[in-house]
């Protein structure tokens, strides 16, 4: 079974900085591409970026294009989400997924954390 812990997660000022980390076990790291997405009060849960399985391929929301970076390191089994010039809109809670394959919709995904809380105050 493979689960995903998230971790990072804090309040910051708006035009901060934070990343997040997430440690994925239970099976072979390089077969997953790997995902973040979040999800604020009373919205969906709406995609962020993601990183392709062996890490050469990355993607992003236009909404935080240019403001953040993901990144995997395939020794450590963990994958990183680096969030720059942080903005109130980007409260949310930020979950990390995994899937063999590369779903179009958040809920086709296959293996989720239990998210990790990011507050920007004004």
């Known amino acids: 079974q493979v689960q995903l812990a998230e971790s990072g997660g804090r309040l910051v000022q708006a035009g901060g900085s934070l990343r997040l980390s997430c440690v994925v076990s239970g099976d072979t790291f390089t077969l997953y591409t790997l995902a973040w997405f979040r999800q604020a009060p009373g919205k969906d849960r709406e995609f962020v970026a993601a990183?392709?399985?062996?890490?050469?391929?990355?993607f992003y929301a236009d909404s935080v294009k240019g403001r953040v970076t993901i990144s995997r390191d395939n020794a450590r089994n963990t994958v990183y989400l680096q969030m720059n010039s942080l903005k109130p809109e980007d409260t949310a809670v930020y979950y990390c997924?995994?899937?063999?394959?590369?779903?179009?919709?958040?809920?086709?995904?296959?293996?989720w954390g239990q998210g990790t809380q990011v507050t920007v105050s004004s």
């Open positions: 990183v392709s399985a062996i890490g050469f391929n990355t």
């Open positions: 997924a995994a899937d063999k394959g590369s779903p179009a919709m958040w809920f086709d995904w296959t293996y």
